[in-house]
């Protein structure tokens, strides 16, 4: 308990970011009510991403008993999920059956440690979908420090696929390229977001702008190729991925740098 309070005193003060053992890590903390008490639970996890929802497995290090976190959320599915920029409230779905075994089988051919933990126990480690069902802005304090925190994010994760990469190649795994979809997917619907809301109203206001706003458009197309040669490099197999990958976060990590140094500071004026 001392050491996962360690954890979600870290997470909290730094967004997300920890050292240790989760170091490098993906990592939410996962509150649950408790089952016999009624009160708040939280737990620091590691996730898979998965689409629009992400998967926690319950391995309690290959102890023979389900985790507490568990017990709690099948009395009362409904959860919130922090992930160092959001927080919100999600609907905890136990996965069985085929459903179950493939995502399992997953996450035992990113990270064999999985395999061990449940190498250790007869009980069959469970595996739970969280999807969101409410949630709002991150809390920062201006405008610019939401798309700061926002990017740093994007860039985290990044920094993990890259990694994985590196470390999986020349062939990569499933899960691995379900990791990068998943981010892909963010990222467009993140600029999308800005291209429909967020540039229209700054143009309106800085007309003077107008050369900077028609380059971050342009900017966002050449994302949107440059996240579909992403997805694509992680589909194939091969020992160049990882120098094509490489290459296509770097171009990606610019953009964010250049846009932040243009849209921050007219957004905290």
Known sequence: MDFNQQVIEEFRANRGRVGGYFEGGRLILLTTTGARSGLPRTTPLAYLPDGERILVIGSAGGSDKHPDWYHNLLADPVVTVEDGVFTYTAKATVLAGQERAAVFARAVEADPGWGAYQAR???????????????????????GEVLRVVHDAFRRELGIIRGEVAAAAPRLGAQLRINCLTFCQGLEFHHRMKDGGMFPALGDRHPELDAVFARLRREHERMAVLLAELAEAVSGDGEDVPARVDGLIAELEAHLTYEEEQVIPLLDA
């Open 121 to 143: 126990t007869s009980r069959v480690l469970p595996v739970v979908a969280l999807e969101q069902v409410a949630g709002g802005p991150p809390e920062a304090g201006s405008a």
